[in-house]
């Protein structure tokens, strides 16, 4: 129900702009999120979007990213400026079920609580 696209190598300061499909309601009545995985590390919330259009951002990425999503195309975006070798990773997005509207202060970066998930997609910056 969601497939992210659009990851790739960028270099040390460059841009990409990753997208995630979604199937049906489930961008209209699910917080949805950005998250990113190192091999080896725990998965890091990057991003998140509550129904309300609230956003949320990781420190380490406030001011160069973007989320962001189109309902007419049930798509969810992550538009990645200035990126830097730290960013690299596998980039997942996921929906949180609420059956309920999601506000706020349910869009966590928490990967529990999390339903669905992507295959993901690399993103690598090099320097």
């Known amino acids: 129900q969601l497939m992210e696209s659009g990851g790739g190598s960028v270099q040390d300061g460059g841009s990409l702009k990753i997208a995630c499909a979604v199937s049906g309601n489930l961008y209209s009545h699910y917080c949805m999120a950005w998250f990113r995985q190192i091999p080896g590390h725990e998965r890091e919330g990057v991003a998140t979007?509550?129904?309300?259009?609230?956003?949320s951002y990781a420190d380490s990425v406030k001011g160069r990213f973007t989320i962001s999503g189109d309902k007419a195309k049930n798509t969810l975006y992550l538009a990645m400026n200035d990126l830097q070798p730290a960013d690299t990773a596998i980039y997942y997005c996921a929906a949180r079920g609420l059956g309920t509207y999601c506000t706020d202060e349910y869009a966590t970066v928490v990967p529990d609580d999390y339903n669905f998930w992507g295959q993901g997609t690399q993103v690598t910056v090099s320097a």
């Open positions: 979007i509550a129904s309300t259009g609230g956003t």
